[in-house]
């Protein structure tokens, strides 16, 4: 037996008995941002692969939301912060052993760039819209010119975004559950499948919603794949990593982890669309919505169990 | 110059005295504190091991917190002490989540507050705060690079180890067990 109290009294908030000092800002950031990240990841690619007409929501409207979401992540990132007039402090270095430092410059360049994708849309949107100056008219012309090229640099900058919002938490050794390589692609998957819901859930088009659930398929089976390899890599770890598999593996998150996300955010939209893709007829926004609030789960209890791991000592 | 502190678990009678003194001396805020004591019980009776601890920042020579950073505010102090610079920290809470030892905690004035092995005496030749205060003269604190320190001599002829090392922090508070 071991058994070690704290003789002194120590009671900090946020710190004792429990580390939890991310609340609920860092898991909706991280859902956001992965969102986010999704969406222009498909709508770069459908457009470097020249198919602008066949996937009209893929490239077009459902970057529309891209913009929203990473203000309201980063909206929620700032609320997160405790000394809030000091973050323009981020901006003043860089610091490449940092993943928050990269991730806060990558956001930086693609919250901006995103919106002028948007915007070379919006005429396209709302038919009388009016840039009313010169000179944005100009930048329009400009931007929707360089397209090709801008949706490259989104590309490459999307799937940063994407990995990141995984590194963030895998980059902390202190904490086992999140210490481990797999999460920075896991989180990647479970981005591009949120961001590949909301397209087919948004899309009229049968081919576009056939091929968008077909890709989402795929992600799961990969996800799951990874989620998979994820407890085979802690059960084969170290005892703090087997502690924290333990939390999943009949400790206080096994029901909310393998009901709400696996079972309910993975398998079952993903029989859904299976059917669907069968010929059933089910209402899209169903395995959509699965998927969404499965993700949403999946980043909530990853942050809330991972504050509980620690060192034993 | 390499700064670190010994501490003999086998002397320390776990009175808080270094607890205190800390907070007394840093004017740390009222709930919170920069060290503290742990009591670790060992073994099943009869046969029960006692260890107590006086803990703090391990001003570690690879910290996770200075190196996830993401505006530098976490950073070293000649001599290897991690300190905090208050108006370069946005709050993140990053370095909270890197501590293996849960050393630092968020100041309700926003910034991240932790022990700075009492930097400001430590410049002008003095001990730290619980270093000084002590009962049983059970901690020693110097420069692990000069032999002649308290904290060498204390090494040097006892079994010490460092709290986990697993983490790969390279810790520099030792505890002569």
Known sequence: MKEEIFVSGRHIPNIDPYLHIWHWQIPVYLFLGGLAAGILFFAALYTILGKEKEMPTTVKWATFLVPVALVLGLFALFLDLKHQLFFWRLYTTV???SPMSWGAWVLMLITPLSMVWVATYIKELIPNWDWKFEILKKFEKLAIEYRKSMAWVLLILSVILGIYTGILLSAFNARPLWNTSILGPLFLVSGMSTGAATIMWMSKDHFERTLMSKIDLILIGIELFFIVHLFMGFMASSEVQIQAADLFLGGQFTVSFWV???????????????LELRGYKIPVAIPAFLILFGGLMFRFIMVEAGQITRYLY | MRYAMAIDTKKCVGCSDCVVACQTENNVPHGYCRDWVV????GSYPNLELEIRSERCNHCDNSPCVRCCPTGASHYEAGGIVTVTHNECIGCGACIESCPYDARYSHPDGYVDKCTFCMHRVVKGEK???????????????????????????????????LAPEAGTKPHIFYLT
């Open chain 2, 39 to 42: 009591e670790a019980m060992d």
């Open chain 2, 128 to 162: 730290p705060a619980c270093v000084s205060v002590c009962p049983t003269n059970c901690m020693y604190f110097g420069d692990l690079d000069d032999p002649s320190s308290d904290v060498s001599k204390a090494l040097k002829n006892r079994k010490y180890k460092t």
């Open chain 1, 95 to 97: 610091r490449i052993e």
């Open chain 1, 260 to 274: 709400f996300v696996v079972l309910l955010g993975l398998v079952f939209p993903a029989v859904l669309e299976i």
